[in-house]
């Protein structure tokens, strides 16, 4: 299988978008669980935040397609087409 994170920018905002994004999803659990006293928003700014990196990591490498949110989109039409 081909790497789809072979540009160093790409993988760059990957390794960021990484840290934000576990960052941003414990600081969500956080949130609802009263252990942060963060703003929703803020959280969910860090949050995207982190899948924008990602998106921008992919259009720089000219592999949108790869992105797992269009990956799930294409299986999930494909087994809808299917049955």
Known sequence: MRSTHRHPINRVLHAVGLLLYASGFYM?????????????????????????????????EGNVGAITLTILIK???FKLLTN
């Not at 928003?41 to 860090?46: F, K, N, Q, Y």
């Open 75 to 77: 299986y999930t039409r």
């Open 28 to 60: 969500l659990i956080s949130h609802f669980t009263g252990q942060y006293d963060l703003h929703l928003v803020s959280i969910l700014a860090i949050w995207f935040t982190a899948i924008d990196l990602f998106i921008v990591g992919h259009v720089i």
